[in-house]
């Protein structure tokens, strides 16, 4: 069975704070996501990643950077978290095109 | 980069009806196209998918369909019940690159 864990579900940031959100998965695959999802705005792409060291940005990467040193870690940094920020994160990944997508269970983050 | 639009954002259904959410995609190059349902509080998971040399897929109660020349799909539940009331949100592909419709809030009322 396919596991992505995220390993924060929940956290409060302050302003300015830097921010890691890491994303593992246990099934060597290629291709990793990180998508953002606000109500009536679906799931939107932040950054992709499709091999080791390798990163794409999506449609809103402002503001956001990634990291993949390892490919079972893809891990998400907001270097100076923002109000505006405030969502769930979800992390996702995949063996390739036009296989299942996984989902990781979210990180609920709110900054103040 | 591809750009997926999905409708309606929300419906509402008597249970045993019939369901309906159309999704449209721009990039003509996109090749998979899978739908996720999300309950309240849990991650999105696949519940059915179709590639673009097939025209129509089915499982059961749901049923996907495929018009590459308009790029439009569409996802169709049949004999509705309670437990599918969730978020159904639809997708496109282009190599490695995925991207999600806003999603549909689906409630059946009972």
């Known amino acids: 069975d396919v596991k992505v864990t995220q390993s924060s579900r929940y956290l409060v940031k302050r302003t300015g704070e830097k921010v890691f959100l890491e994303c593992v998965q246990d099934?060597?695959?290629?291709?990793m996501f990180w998508y953002r999802q606000d109500p009536g705005l679906g799931l939107r792409l932040i950054y992709f990643?499709?091999?080791?060291?390798?990163?794409e940005k999506g449609d809103i990467p402002e503001g956001y950077s990634v990291s993949r040193e390892k490919k079972e870690r893809f891990s998400l940094i907001l270097e100076s978290a923002s109000t505006n920020q405030t969502s769930m994160y979800l992390c996702?990944?995949?063996?390739?095109?036009?296989?299942?997508?996984?989902f990781g269970e979210g990180s609920w983050l709110t900054v103040v | 980069g591809e750009n997926v639009e999905q409708h309606p954002s929300t419906l509402s259904v008597q249970e045993g009806d019939s369901a309906v959410i159309k999704c449209t995609y721009s990039d003509s190059a996109s090749n998979y196209f899978p739908w996720y349902k999300q309950e309240l509080g849990k991650r999105p998971q696949l519940i059915i998918d179709?590639?673009?040399?097939?025209g129509e897929k089915k499982d059961q109660r749901i049923a996907v369909t495929l018009n590459k020349t308009a790029k439009h799909f569409s996802l169709h539940i049949t004999e509705t019940q309670p437990e599918d009331s969730a978020v159904y949100f639809c997708a496109a592909q282009n190599n490695n690159d995925m991207r999600f419709g806003a999603g549909t809030r689906l409630t059946v009322k009972p």
């Open positions: 099934m060597d695959h290629e291709n």
């Open positions: 996702a990944s995949t063996t390739g095109s036009g296989n299942t997508i996984y």
């Open positions: 990643s499709y091999d080791v060291k390798m990163k």
């Open positions: 179709i590639r673009s040399n097939v």
